[in-house]
Structure formats: C-alpha cells, structure tokens
T-cell receptor, first 116, second 112 residues
Framework: GAVVSQHPSRVICKSGTSVKIECRSL??????MFWYRQFPKQSLMLMAT?????????EQGVEKDKFLINHASLTLSTLTVTSAHPEDSSFYIC????????????FGSGTRLTVV | AQSVTQPDIHITVSEGASLELRCNYS??????LFWYVQSPGQGLQLLLK??????LVQGIKGFEAEFKRSQSSFNLRKPSVHWSDAAEYFC??????????FGAGTRLTVKP
C-alpha cells in the first residue's frame, strides 16, 4: 500500500536554529501534501497545504515566514521551522492522498520537535 | 463549516467491557469518515474508514463503526476492550482536496 516516509522522527534543537522535516511518498506521486501540528494532549490541526511546483497554502494563524514549505518534486515535501522557539515544540505530521476518489489518505509517522 | 465533534474527552472502561466512542460531523456532502488511534508519543494508526456502501464498517483490532446519516454520527465500538486499547482516539472527516478535520480526541483508559 501507499507509504509516506517522514524524517526525522525526533529532533532536538536549540532556540534560534532551523529544523527541516522531510516527507516522502515512497510508492506514489503526491501532487499535494498536508502538514499538521499537534500540541501535547491536543488534536491535529492543519498548518498548510503543500502543492508541487507552487506556493504552499497556509491556514489562518500559521506564519508562512516561520514555517517554510517546499514541494520541489512529486514525492518530496519539506517543512522548515525557522528560528525555532520553545513554543514551536510540537508533533508535526504530514499526509498525502495516494489517489483520487476513495483511495487512501496516508500519514507519515510524525516528527517530535523539541526546542530547548 | 466542516467540523468533527467528539463529545467525550475521556472515557474509562473496565477490561472486557464494551466500548462506544462518539463522533458527530458537520459536512454538506457525503463525507469520508475515519477513526484513528494514537498511542503516547506515536503517530496515527488507521482503525477503519467509511466512504460509501454498508454503513457498518469493520476495522482492525476488533473495532467497528456505524455511519448514521440521519444523526450525522460515526460512532466507534468494540464489544470487549483489552488493556492494550488504552490510547487516544480521533475521528476525522476528509475534505475534497484531501486534507482532514480531526475531532478533539477521546482518551480511553482501561481499568484492570
């Protein structure tokens, strides 16, 4: 079945540095990928929609200059958290739709970001 | 606006007892509905999904869910809960472009 690989699974970074998270569709092409954020004991909230070859679409309240999304190919989307601060510590998870209609909605395994 | 409501933030059941987790959705068209389970510090695991057809959907780990259009509900059930079922459960609706709206989640505690 469709697989989305997300790396790294865990990352600890110092405040003020940048962190890049990768999301790859392994056996299908994903023209669109989605990035979610989950704070502790909360639900998943959509941050942005990543479109191959074009600019990402950000949800209201998400800073596009802080969360840089690049979708350079049909199988890779990256999320870069720039100038990270402790409040950016969260669980970030990507997903992709592996086909039209009622095909699968596949999630990556998530990235636990801790900013110290 | 599309939304998903899970009325129960936390449920505690005894091991071996039956379980029902509630989910209500607000969506104009026929929704694609999902239930996911998440253990602490882990990603999401798909339990089951409903796209169309039979309104009673069977999933993994002995879970099932019933889609009731008249009640805008998609409740998750399990006849006999195991201690390993303790986790956070999320109901979600897929939107046309492929993203999802998640409910707030229900934390399940299983008493021995």
């Amino acid at each position: 079945g469709a697989v989305v690989s997300q790396h790294p699974s865990r990352v600890i970074c110092k405040s003020g540095t940048s962190v890049k998270i990768e999301c790859r569709s392994l056996d299908f092409q994903a023209t669109t990928m989605f990035w979610y954020r989950q704070f502790p004991k909360q639900s998943l909230m959509l941050m942005a929609t990543s479109n191959e070859g074009s600019k990402a679409t950000y949800e209201q309240g998400v800073e596009k200059d802080k969360f840089l999304i690049n979708h350079a190919s049909l199988t890779l989307s990256t999320l870069t958290v720039t100038s990270a601060h402790p409040e950016d510590s969260s669980f970030y998870i990507c997903s992709a739709r592996s086909g039209a209609g009622n095909y699968g909605y596949t999630f990556g395994s998530g990235t636990r970001l801790t900013v110290v | 606006a599309q939304s998903v409501t899970q009325p129960d933030i936390h449920i505690t059941v005894s091991e071996g007892a039956s379980l029902e987790l509630r989910c209500n959705y607000s969506y104009g068209a026929t929704p694609y509905l999902f239930w996911y389970v998440q253990s602490p510090g882990q990603g999401l695991q798909l339990l089951l999904k409903y796209f169309s057809g039979d309104t009673l959907v069977q999933g993994i780990k002995g879970f099932e869910a019933e889609f009731k259009r008249s009640q805008s509900s998609f409740n998750l059930r399990k006849p006999s809960v195991h201690w390993s079922d303790a986790a956070e459960y999320f109901c979600a609706v897929a939107l046309p472009r492929g993203d999802m709206r998640f409910g707030a989640g229900t934390r399940l505690t299983v008493k021995p």
